[in-house]
């Protein structure tokens, strides 16, 4: 039998995460304002796609990175062209009193 996915299970992992970060340069974008509550964020904005030919489908990375915010992430978006597909996700607060692990922020 064929097995389906969720509506709410995350997107397959790009196959760009086992980029060498050196190569991530070339899919940047330029920088984006990126407004989120009361913070705005100068973003470097990476666009990383690929089309599956046995599936006739492409998909879409965007990630939205400042190393002012923790983790850096500021926004992501994943799309499945030819479909209502779609994952988003951005910061959604930062705790000015919260100290991580390794205090990186």
Request: hydrophobic share 30%; aromatic share 14%; glycine share 8%.
């Amino acid at each position: 039998g064929t097995q389906q996915k969720a509506d709410n299970a995350p997107p397959a992992e790009a196959p760009s995460s086992g980029m060498d970060l050196k190569e991530l340069g070339s899919y940047s974008k330029g920088k984006e304002t990126v407004r989120l509550g009361s913070a705005s964020y100068n973003a470097e904005l990476y666009l990383w796609s690929f089309r599956d030919e046995e599936e006739n489908t492409s998909y879409s990375y965007k990630w939205w990175v400042d190393p002012k915010a923790p983790g850096g992430l500021v926004k992501f978006e994943w799309t499945k062209s030819g479909s209502k597909e779609r994952f988003l996700g951005e910061l959604v607060s930062v705790k000015t009193t919260y100290k991580t692990k390794f205090n990186s922020y």
